[in-house]
């Protein structure tokens, strides 16, 4: 049989089908693809859906409709937590384009003998792949011959016997498809909505602790549970609870000899008391974990835990199996480098081994064994300086069992290493926002995350600050710039995050750098959450403004509106009817004034010539247009947060 | 091994390599794409080019250069008339990450005598390989790893042997990529320049007589060839010259019954003469053909044949290969029909039946029976009603033996589908350009047409008429609207053509259509060629103009500048230093003035304050800036095609 089917252009898909698209239970699923024949023959097409997570597959088929300029289109809305299969399916409509012809011809009042025996041929063939199917339309089809038998050719009682809906659904179901072309499998992984919407809250539990130079147990840090979610957060990701190694331990601020009461870097993993599977003994046991997790989702919190596939020296695998490590020529094991610098405190681990399905395989172990703890959230630590191949392998395996786990990459590396992560399965990224501070440059990094082809895959965590990164611009903002910076990271995106200490406006760093003074990273820190101009007011009032409007929980296209001063963002998030518009001061130094363009666009129609604008923020209604004078001011009112609606 | 390594977003490529890219000879094919891995590792990337026609196949190996961002590109000029086929090879580098952190180890003064061990063993690692190849550089790498040894650990002066240009590229050879990733095979169908830069000129040689009446042979039609030939025109379209149908045969103007005098429609070929393989007998002989064909090429002239893949009742196939046809259940043979339309003097051909290979190496055969005697471009009548396989297989086919073939797609269809022929192989397509006429349409169409994805398998040929197209536009703007036709034609697309009569403006059409008045696929006409106000000296002109401005005969993206008065269209065109800059009066009936505003993008760099515009029409110079102010006349001065210089 000629091939003259193409299917082409097929929609949602990660670099033609390669990757799965991403998507979370509730979502609908717009299904398009180009498709045509040469030709004037008609076509049929349809789409056919699966969870890949049952065997065998059991395909849901739905029709796909023609919208013109040979695009067609299904919808379906996606139900259940796991990955999607779809297909499409196309094939010549023999039947359709024959009734077409004969309804013109009849219509013409002209001969049509030969047709009628040419649309017997079809019934014919129809019936009896009936027939072989066993099929109740096999009746259906023979009384329809019988039929047309009878009617001695007369071409409108003709014509509507072959019209009639069982006849025409019986040989659409039952006439052979024998050109049937079907589209690649494409893959759809569909996540908790909790993968695109979500609100962290980043402490070290050591940290939690009343009383200065003292650390805290997770019994002790249950305490700051209540805390926590009272501000609206929802994920509480702890680094590492891991016993932290003794050798080449770091003491404050980096140092290279540790004190001997520093409690060490929680990155530096494994040690007398065990390696990834256990607790640091000075937060507690396995038990107190449990009980902390248990505390967490009481609250509404649920536990998100470090992921770092790395050793200390002292970890149990580097006697257990130095062959997972990198050897080097003189039997040593090789820490981890960026030279000429040396963190003896680490080892990495070695995928080229010989051995590296056993370490993949107890690397998976490990996730499994926090997963059965209550941990369906992970944070992985540098996932970029271990193989894509590993990841794509290992999000997989937990998936077949768990599809509701989420990665978060923390890889602050390439744009398109991070892609490839995010293709290969991390739920969620890590984003280059904390160094985005113009407009311009704003601008330009969420049109490229929102409105390109990353959408499908790639879903940002705006994390205003982390242990590493405290931005130049809060070192230098002051108050403002926290406040700044939280309002953009709580509106721009539906997953954002604070590491504990930004409420307090932590600003302290090192010369020459991002990090911070007395980094919690090598040291307890105590403070005190009450103390005056902290910022739990506004954090509680924004993650509320964000539970209370479905615009600020999607991942879809941000809008940004033009402004006659490039101080001033101003952009618009869109669900449906619920419209929310912002505009904010992005210079913490100085007030700023402009006036704020609205397009047409974003109200899917004519802008409105009067509008209300709710200020959710400070409650002030104003009546607002096409065009808006705006003045904001550092601190006091560094932005407004629109609700909009018609008057 | 694990996969550390991507490849990713190869350009230029169609549908992510499924169809093979267009370039001519002479072009530089630049080659670009994304590759990575994860890791600190530095990567090796190089680029495989072989000539598909060749077998074996032989690899030319050249490297790919990084340029920042993990995108890597290559570069190489096109010589032949071939496929090319290109594949990207990438992998892990193991010495040059190696040596990169040996440097920095060594400057920082460190303890390097492991290290110095581990270089050794990369060495030899090479040194093996390379022995095992029986390669020269085995002798380089086993010096050097016996320098090594003598020099006892010395961190500089290891360094400095490791660093070696002959040491470096021996190990790069030669020392096992063991984790090589190659991606797929890309093909780029490299055509002869023609494909892109053409200028046609369609006639029906009966119709090049004297006498009214009096159809014309192939001997006689020889006497046009040099006044077409003057007219700057290189490719001479013939439609069908096979025998003509009796049976149903058209009368003048579509009659139903033709005359006894009527000559019959050149597409219902076949007859007692003979089919697709044969010359209608009024027209002469193969001989005269032959002749015609020479004398065409000694005026610089190539004749394209019409390729129609129909046939009358009357063809011999129709009693040979009943087969190939579409039988009716009542034993005749089903003709052409667009119901309630029939066409009962054209046969379609059955391309579902069971001969279907006999049939497709039948009319392969007549393709290279034509190639045989001189044809080497053909344009296809509606291959849209073929299928898409056939095509595939056909061009391919013919490329094999003849790759400077070229194919003119004459399917006035949907988008798709026409996209869908080029990608398949055909050299050049028809286009929607006779029905865009206002400045907005004519942007859009050329945007789509040259900045996109299309650009690079969809080459335009821009007829200003055909024998079935007479648009609305010419019909009823007079002498000032051909003219303004054919001047966008010439300037906005490297190939275009005219088809006869339209450089006498012949602009009577039948009611209701675009078919012309007493059509030559009906009849002989016979014409005054010196009829006053004939278009032939603009013609000549404009084909002069595009022979001596290398920016007209290339595919390259148009630009289009901002005019404020939608009745004038300017655009740019541009190859290094040739800048060509039309603005065209759109409104055949009033006279427009407006002012153009020149883009920095054009220049390449700011818009020069002042430059020399030339007018390559009338011969004006005027100094030209940013803002320019145009006024135009219907007939008179229709356009300016400027040459732009700085001053």
């Known amino acids: 049989m000629q091939r003259h089917l193409v299917i082409e252009a097929v929609a949602p898909c990660v670099d033609d089908g390669a990757y799965a698209v991403k998507r979370v239970v509730g979502d609908s699923l717009e299904v398009s693809a180009d498709i045509f024949r040469d030709g004037h023959e008609q076509i049929a097409a349809q789409l056919r859906l699966a969870d890949m997570r049952q065997t065998p597959l059991q395909w849901q088929v739905q029709p796909l409709q023609a919208r013109g300029n040979d695009v067609y289109t299904a919808s379906t809305t996606l139900t259940h937590n796991t990955t999607v299969a779809f297909v499409i399916d196309a094939w010549t409509d023999h039947f359709r384009t024959y009734l077409h012809e004969l309804e013109k011809k009849v219509e013409a009042l002209l001969q049509v003998a030969v047709e009628l025996q040419e649309g017997a041929i079809l019934l014919q063939r129809a019936r009896d792949a009936a027939v072989a199917a066993g099929a109740p339309a096999a009746a259906t089809l023979s009384q329809a011959l019988d039929s047309l038998q009878s009617l001695g050719g007369d071409p409108v009682q003709s014509l509507a016997l072959l019209r009639r809906a069982d006849v025409v659904d019986a040989v659409h179901v039952h006439l052979p498809r024998l050109d049937l072309l079907s589209s690649r499998t494409y893959r759809v992984d569909v996540d908790r909505p909790k993968a695109v919407y979500s609100t962290w809250y980043e402490m070290f539990v050591r940290s939690a602790g009343k009383q200065v130079g003292q650390a805290a147990t997770l019994q002790q840090a249950r305490a700051r549970l209540p805390e926590i979610a009272a501000m609206g957060f929802d994920v509480l990701y702890l680094p590492p609870i891991h016993p932290i190694g003794q050798s080449f331990r770091k003491g404050p601020n980096n140092a290279l000899q540790a004190g001997p009461d520093d409690p060490g870097c929680p990155w530096a993993i494994g040690g007398a008391a065990g390696g990834h599977d256990a607790i640091e003994p000075a937060l507690g046991t396995l038990d107190d974990f449990g009980d902390f997790v248990e505390e967490a989702q009481k609250n509404g919190l649920e536990v998100a835990l470090d992921f770092a596939v790395q050793c200390s020296p002292d970890h149990p695998w580097v006697k257990q199996k130095p062959e997972w490590f990198f050897q080097r020529p003189d039997k040593t094991i090789k820490s981890a480098e960026n030279p000429p610098k040396k963190y003896e405190d680490v080892y990495p681990l070695n995928f080229d081994c010989a051995d590296v399905e056993g370490l993949q395989s107890a690397l998976l172990d490990i996730l499994f064994f926090w997963i059965a703890r209550g941990v369906h959230i992970f944070r992985v630590d540098n996932p970029h300086t271990k193989p ?260």
Chains 1, 2 share one sequence.
């Open 388 to 647: 894509f191949a590993f990841w794509d392998w290992a999000i997989e395996q937990v998936h077949r069992r768990h599809p509701d786990v989420l990665f978060l990459a923390e890889a602050f590396t390439r744009p398109k290493v991070m892609g490839r992560l995010a293709k290969g399965g991390f739920s969620q990224s890590y984003t280059y926002f904390t160094w985005r501070n113009t407009a311009e440059e704003l601008r330009t990094y969420l049109e490229e995350l929102t409105h390109g082809p990353m959408r499908d895959y790639f879903r940002p965590n705006f994390f205003v600050n982390t242990p590493d990164i405290l931005p130049k611009i809060l070192q230098e903002g002051g108050r403002a710039a926290f406040k700044m910076r939280l309002l953009l990271a709580a509106t721009l995106s539906p997953t954002y995050g604070i590491y504990s200490g930004y409420e307090l406006c932590e600003n302290a760093a090192l010369p020459n750098g991002e990090e911070y003074v007395d980094s919690e990273k090598y040291q307890v820190r105590v403070r005190d959450w009450a103390a005056p101009a902290n910022l739990s007011g506004l954090i509680t009032q924004l993650n509320g403004i964000r539970r209370d409007n479905v615009a600020l929980q999607r991942n879809d296209p941000v809008t940004f509106f033009p402004v006659d001063n490039p101080n001033l963002l101003a952009y618009g998030r869109r669900s449906g009817d619920n419209r929310i518009l912002c505009v904010v001061n992005l210079d913490p130094h100085a007030a700023h004034h402009g006036t704020v363009s609205i397009s047409d666009a974003f109200w899917g129609e004519h802008v409105p010539e009067r509008y209300a604008a709710y200020d959710l923020l400070d409650g002030a209604t104003y009546h607002w247009g096409a065009s808006n004078y705006v003045r904001l001011l550092p601190d006091r009112q560094p932005a407004h947060v629109l609700s909009l609606a018609p008057i």
